[in-house]
């Protein structure tokens, strides 16, 4: 990864954690993933390669630059979605910055619908908005996976009620083999292996 792109995840980074230092209404954070666990997703992508990612939870665009700079590493393109149209707004402008903005396709709305609606198949899937409403939209997801998709969580170890139902539902497929690393804020890791039928 080049500097320049290097330093302004770096300074994304920092102003993520002094807004959500100050902010009390959680809906005005931007929880952004730990610098750790976004390294981890862009290897996950270069190494598949993966080139149809989806991420639900875009924020203020920081993983997604990580995705998009990945994606475009191994030729592909990254959907995300988010609710609120500010953060949509700052991270339009954020992947500019970045020179991403090509290979990103920001979609406005609840994730759940969205992803009802939403054109496939994706090889990468990963979670990082409403951890309650994932189960319903990983269910919505599975017709449209590829038969060696890799899909991801974040937040299981800080936020383990919440995510209980995911965990849970991602389980409970027996085509795929899941696993949770103890990076960032926890990791769920689920990898469907194409022919895999137990």
Known sequence: MEAALRNLLIELE???RRNDEQEQERSKKMLNLEPATAQLLSIFVRSGPRTRLLEIGT????STIWLAWAARVVGGS?????????KLALADKNLRRAGLRDVVDLMHGDATQVVANIAGPFDFVFFDADRLSAPAQLALLIPNLTPDVLVLAD???S???EIAGYLAAIEALPEFEHM???VGKGLSIAYKQANKTT
Do not use: A
């Open 14 to 16: 920092e102003e993520g």
């Open 59 to 62: 924020s203020n665009g920081y």
């Open 78 to 86: 990254v959907i995300t979605i988010d609710r609120d149209e500010h």
């Open 155 to 157: 937040n299981v170890l």
């Open 159 to 161: 936020h383990p009620d």
């Open 180 to 182: 949770v690393i103890p």
